[in-house]
């Protein structure tokens, strides 16, 4: 397929810290093959971690250099996708002040993100204009390359409707410029965290895309299982087992078909079942840590990979707004 006939495709991630084994399954796996077939543009939004993290603003550069290992690490290459930092390509900026303008204030009101996380995070003032504005930044940050695929997950789905109702709302008024991005919905079972709730950084029940084998086993083994298995002669069910989301994500098919046989039939502990999961973890993440070891041994050559995918973004970014300003005449 030649360059031209490429659909694009867009997706970005805040930097609030080193990625997770969820954003692993849930994301970053998708991304790897997306990157052979499309255009992709992958980016690290530190003005969307702006909008809830401003009191801590000086924390979001070192999470970003984090995210960036995280992504080299498990193989996103410069050569065949765009990385670059959204702070970076001020033309986002312009973008979303202009998409401000033609959204209307309820549509953002009614956002349940917007109320979920004011709930959520308590501790931090975000009954802000620019946390109001964070899902209009969003859609700049997606149609500024004309995306046609947006690779996210569930919780993402409300924001990509309203990039898809300003779109209309813009091309109504200004022409056709933005084609209506279509949503990607990355659908694996939700890996849990090691209290068993969905694995997720504000739960801080997360296992590290760069955690040592050692710290992941001292994550893995004190788990919860089946709450039926009480003792080892108790048989147990996967399905409802959190230690078994990891499984599913990590042991092959054959394998964990065994571990579950032996789990229903009280075959096998759940000491052992854990010992299989993180062995298939292990050694997963060995060649991508090993990767992330060498970028972060050489943090120049990741900041000269950033500016290239800039640069990169930049060019697109600038076409798209030469075509907007003209529209509207400017
Ligand atoms: N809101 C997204 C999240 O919290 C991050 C994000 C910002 C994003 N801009 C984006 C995701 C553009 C996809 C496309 O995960
Ligand atoms: Fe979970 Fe494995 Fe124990 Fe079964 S044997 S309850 S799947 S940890």
Redesign the pocket.
């Known amino acids: 397929m030649n360059e031209q006939q490429k659909k694009t495709v867009l997706s970005g991630v805040r930097p609030t810290g080193p990625q997770h084994l969820g954003n692993l399954v849930g994301a970053l796996r998708n991304w790897l093959s997306l990157q052979d077939v499309c255009q992709c543009f992958f980016t690290i939004v530190g003005w969307h971690a702006l909008s809830s993290e401003y009191m801590n603003s000086k924390a979001i550069k070192g999470h970003t250099f984090e995210v960036a290992l995280d992504w080299l690490g498990v193989g996103l290459d410069p050569e065949k996708c765009v990385m670059f930092l959204q702070s970076e390509v001020k033309e986002h900026a312009e973008l979303h002040l202009i998409l401000s303008m033609v959204t209307p204030l309820p549509w953002l009101e009614r956002v349940p993100t917007f109320k979920e996380m004011q709930q959520e995070l308590q501790d931090k003032d975000l009954n802000t204009y620019g946390f109001l504005g964070y899902p209009v930044l969003q859609a700049a940050d997606i149609v500024i390359y004309k995306a046609d695929f947006v690779p996210v997950g569930e919780d993402q789905a409300a924001h990509l409707e309203l990039t898809r109702e300003i779109v209309r709302r813009f091309n109504r008024i200004f022409g056709p410029i933005f084609p209506e991005p279509q949503t990607l919905l990355t659908e694996v079972p939700r890996l849990a965290g090691t209290d068993g709730r969905k694995m997720s950084k504000s739960f801080g029940n997360s296992i590290l895309i760069k955690d040592p084998p050692e710290l992941i086993r001292e994550k893995i083994m004190p788990?919860i299982?089946?709450t039926r298995?009480m003792r080892r002669n108790d048989p147990?069910?996967?399905n409802d087992?959190?230690?078994?989301t990891l499984?599913r994500a990590f042991v092959p098919k054959e394998r964990q078909d065994e571990?579950?046989h032996?789990?229903r039939t009280a075959g096998?502990?759940?000491r052992?079942?854990?010992a299989v999961v993180l062995e298939y973890l292990i050694r997963t993440l060995e060649p991508i840590q090993e990767r992330r070891r060498a970028f972060e041994k050489n943090p120049g050559r990741v900041w000269d990979i950033l500016e290239e995918g800039n640069r990169k973004a930049r060019r697109v970014a600038q076409a798209t707004m030469d075509t907007v300003r003209a529209a509207l005449g400017f």
Do not use: L, N, Q
């Not at 087992?241 to 078994?244: A, I, Y």
């Open positions: 788990m299982t089946d298995r147990g069910e996967p087992c959190p230690v078994f499984h571990v579950a032996g789990c096998i502990g759940c052992e079942c854990k």
